[in-house]
C-alpha cells in the first residue's frame, strides 16, 4: 500500500487491466497504453514497469534492479518509487 | 519533404451492419454490404502491417462489430499484433458469452454507446426498442470481467439537458471513463442537422456543466468530452491531422485518413486488398492530399495555431465552403464563418432520418 508518498516495501505493484506495456519497433521501443492513452516508456522505466506483475514485492523490484545495474540500492529506489507512484496517481499502476 | 509521421491508432470498422438506427451514425451514407466486407485472414494481415507501421491502438468498430461472427478471431488476432484492443460497441449484438470469449482472447478495453440516461428516450434515439436495457447489462457485464469500461454519449437536442444523469448511470455501470461527444455533423448528422442541433442557450450550459462535473467527479471517473464545433471559436485538430496520426479502414478494405473522407469527392483511397498498409500510409493520393500545412491559404497561411488545428477538418471545410482545401470555416478568422452560425441557428422538429441500410 502507498501511504502518502512512500511505497511500503511488500507492495505488489501491477498494472491494472487495460493498461499494458508494449514494445513497438516503429516507434522507438517501449509504450505503456492505456484507452486513448500512450506514455512512451524510456529503457530505464521499462525494466521497472516489466517487473509489475502483482507478484513481486516493491522491495524485490528495487533489489533485483540494483543488481542487474550495479546501481546503489537507495537511488534505484527513489527513481523506481518516484516512477510508480506517478503513475499510480493516473490509475496506470495498483499498489 | 519533412519525414513521414507515423500513425498511432487505427480504426477498423468491421462492418457496417448495426441493429441500430441512430440519426448521427459516423457512417456514409452509402453503407457497404455484407458480400464486400474483408475476412478475418485480411484484418490479421492488416492487424500485423499497421503494428510495424507504429500504431498502438486499435479500435474495433462498425457499424456493429458483433454483427461479425468472426469477431472473437478478430480481436485475438488484433491482439496477437501486439495491438491495445479497444472494442467500440452498441450492445446490441454482442451477447455475454461473445463477451466472456472476447475477455479471454485478449480484449483490453470496451466502448459501450449509450443515447440518453432516460430509456424511453434512449431507444427513440437509436430507433430500436429494448436497446437501452441490454446496453445496460452488456456494460455491467464487460465490468463483472474485469474489463475497463468507457461509456460513450453522443450529444444532441433530445438528451444534452441529462448530461449530469448520464455520468450518473456511467458512476453507477462502474465505467472508468465517459465520453460526452457533441453530435458532428457529418454523413447521417448532416443529413438530420436541423433535428439534432441544440440551441445555443443549451450548449453554452451544457459545456459549463462538463466543467462543473469533471471537478465533481475529479479521481472517480475521466471525463473526456468533444466539443460542439458549430458552436467553436477555433476548429478542431481533426484526427490529429490528416494523415498524421490515424488512419481507417473500411468493411470492404477502403483506407480513409478519417471516417469521413469519402465525403470529399475525387480523393483515390486505395484498399489493403491490393496494397500493404505502409505503401498506402506514404503514397496513396488521398492520404498525401492534405498532408501537412502547406496547402492552406489565408487565414491559416502565417496563423500561429496552423500547426495546432492544422486547420480543422478538411470533410467539413469541403461540406460547408464546397473547398476542401478552405479554412474549416468553424473558426472565427474563416470568411465563412457567418455561414456556421446561420446553420446552428436552425432547429427543426422533423423526425429523423434514421440510418438504414
Given amino acids: 500500500m502507498a501511504e502518502g508518498d512512500v511505497i511500503s516495501d511488500d507492495a505488489k505493484p501491477r498494472l491494472p487491466r487495460g493498461v499494458r506495456l508494449t514494445h513497438n519497433e516503429a516507434q522507438g521501443g517501449w509504450v505503456l497504453l492505456a484507452p486513448e492513452r500512450i506514455f512512451k516508456a524510456d529503457a530505464i522505466a521499462a525494466e521497472i514497469l516489466k517487473r509489475c506483475t502483482g507478484e513481486a514485492t516493491f522491495a524485490g523490484i528495487v533489489d533485483e534492479l540494483a543488481t542487474a545495474f550495479n546501481a546503489p540500492r537507495e537511488r534505484i529506489r527513489a527513481d523506481t518509487s518516484k516512477l510508480l507512484l506517478g503513475l499510480a496517481e493516473k490509475k496506470l499502476l495498483e499498489l | ?357
Fill in chain 2, 1 to 357: 519533404m519533412a519525414e513521414l509521421p507515423k500513425p498511432l491508432g487505427l480504426l477498423a470498422e468491421l462492418t457496417h451492419r448495426c441493429p441500430l438506427g441512430c440519426p448521427y451514425c459516423s457512417n456514409p451514407l452509402a453503407l457497404e454490404s455484407r458480400d464486400d466486407e474483408l475476412d478475418a485472414g485480411t484484418w490479421s494481415r492488416v492487424f500485423k502491417e499497421a503494428a510495424a507501421l507504429g500504431v498502438l491502438h486499435v479500435h474495433l468498430s462498425g457499424g456493429e462489430p458483433g454483427a461479425r461472427h468472426d469477431l472473437i478471431d478478430i480481436a485475438a488476432n488484433a491482439r496477437e499484433a501486439g495491438l491495445y484492443t479497444n472494442l467500440i460497441t452498441s450492445g446490441v449484438g454482442i451477447t455475454t458469452r461473445t463477451m466472456r470469449d472476447l475477455w479471454e482472447a485478449g480484449l483490453d478495453h470496451v466502448q459501450v454507446s449509450i443515447q440518453d440516461a432516460d430509456a424511453v428516450s434512449a431507444d427513440r434515439i437509436a430507433g430500436y426498442r429494448g436497446a437501452f436495457q441490454r446496453k445496460h447489462a452488456l456494460a455491467a457485464e464487460a465490468v463483472r470481467l474485469g474489463l475497463p469500461l468507457t461509456v460513450n454519449l453522443v450529444v444532441h437536442r433530445a438528451n444534452i439537458e441529462r448530461i449530469s444523469e448520464m455520468v450518473d448511470l456511467a458512476l453507477k455501470l462502474k465505467a472508468g471513463r465517459i465520453e460526452i461527444a457533441h453530435v458532428q455533423y457529418y454523413g447521417w448528422a448532416l443529413k438530420n442537422r436541423a433535428a439534432l442541433m441544440p440551441t445555443t442557450e443549451q450548449v453554452t450550459r451544457a459545456v459549463a456543466e462538463v466543467d462543473e462535473l469533471r471537478r465533481k467527479h475529479q479521481g472517480k471517473i475521466v471525463i473526456d468530452a468533444v466539443v460542439p464545433d458549430y458552436h467553436a471559436r477555433f476548429p478542431k485538430p481533426c484526427v490529429g491531422g490528416w494523415g498524421r496520426r490515424s488512419l481507417n479502414v473500411t468493411p470492404s478494405g477502403r483506407v480513409l485518413p478519417c471516417h469521413a473522407a469519402e465525403s470529399i469527392p475525387d480523393l483515390t483511397f486505395w484498399n489493403v486488398r491490393d496494397h500493404a498498409l505502409d505503401d498506402i500510409w506514404a503514397n496513396s493520393p488521398a492520404f498525401n492530399a492534405f498532408r501537412g500545412t502547406d496547402f492552406l491559404p489565408a487565414p491559416c497561411a502565417g496563423c500561429e495555431r496552423r500547426e495546432i488545428d492544422f486547420g480543422g477538418c478538411r470533410c467539413q471545410a469541403f461540406l460547408l465552403t464546397g473547398d476542401a482545401r478552405a479554412t474549416d470555416p468553424v473558426c472565427h478568422l474563416s470568411p465563412h464563418h457567418a455561414r456556421v452560425a446561420e446553420l446552428a441557428a436552425v432547429q427543426e422538429d422533423t423526425p429523423y432520418a434514421y440510418r438504414r441500410m
